[in-house]
């Protein structure tokens, strides 16, 4: 199994800023996953991070709009740019992928 | 595109009958999984189906993966408020990973 934290695990920001979610897993995987969640609706990945190369987005979602890094095998930011109030919802990161999938706490986002 | 539609979307039960939610998807499946979010959490991963046909049981939760790898259902046997949540069924096919949109489960004492 693995232990993933994020933070913050909660934010209230204007739009037009921008929000940097930090995730960090107690052991080294090869990819991460970025989710959102809507309120009672379910996961849509945003993205997968691999480590030394570039994140793959889902349709819908572009790097400008959500830059992620993955410096290493133990960590990966996702930002939330140009903020609206569209973009309130919780973001999750998640290791595993294929098989058996573990996710952190989330990240409660609400953008006024 | 390809998804794994799940059903139903809500579902309230009083404490003690039964529950059961399914997914279907167009396409046949490498393996399912079923996960569970708590109201406020995070969804934690439950079981995992690989072979056609299985069936897998947890206590009173009951998991099956159909013939045809196209469809599964989790069955909770007797319900209790401690089951509380929303099940997410999980497929994946093609090295593509489809959630369901979750049934949200509610328990009344």
């Known amino acids: 199994s693995a232990v993933i934290s994020q933070k913050p695990s909660r934010d209230i920001c204007q739009r037009g800023t921008s929000l940097t979610i930090q995730c960090q897993v107690d052991?080294?995987?090869?990819?991460m996953f970025w989710y959102r969640q809507q309120p009672g609706q379910s996961l849509t990945l945003i993205a997968t991070?691999?480590?030394?190369?570039?994140?793959?987005?889902e349709s819908g979602f572009v790097i400008d709009k959500f830059p992620i890094s993955r410096p290493n095998l133990t960590f990966s930011t996702l930002t939330v740019s140009n903020m609206s109030p569209e973009d309130s919802s919780i973001y999750l990161c998640?290791?595993?992928?294929?098989?058996?999938?573990?996710f952190g706490p989330g990240t409660r986002l609400t953008v006024t | 595109g390809q998804q794994v539609m799940q059903i139903p979307q809500y579902q309230h039960v009083q404490e003690g009958e039964d529950f059961t939610t399914y997914c279907n998807s167009s396409?046949?499946?490498?393996?399912i999984q079923w996960y569970k979010q708590r109201p406020g959490g995070h969804p934690v991963f439950l079981i995992q189906?690989?072979?056609?046909?299985e069936v897998k049981k947890q206590k009173r939760l009951t998991f099956q993966f159909g013939e045809a790898k196209k469809n599964s259902s989790l069955h909770i046997t007797a319900t209790q408020t401690t089951d509380v949540g929303t099940y997410f069924c999980?497929?994946?096919?093609?090295?593509?990973?489809?959630f369901g949109r979750g049934t949200q489960l509610t328990v009344w004492p």
């Open positions: 998640s290791v595993g992928g294929l098989y058996e999938q573990y």
């Open positions: 052991s080294q995987v090869t990819m």
């Open positions: 991070a691999n480590q030394g190369s570039e994140a793959t987005y």
């Open positions: 396409t046949t499946l490498s393996n």
């Open positions: 189906l690989v072979k056609s046909g």
């Open positions: 999980k497929g994946s096919t093609l090295g593509r990973l489809y």
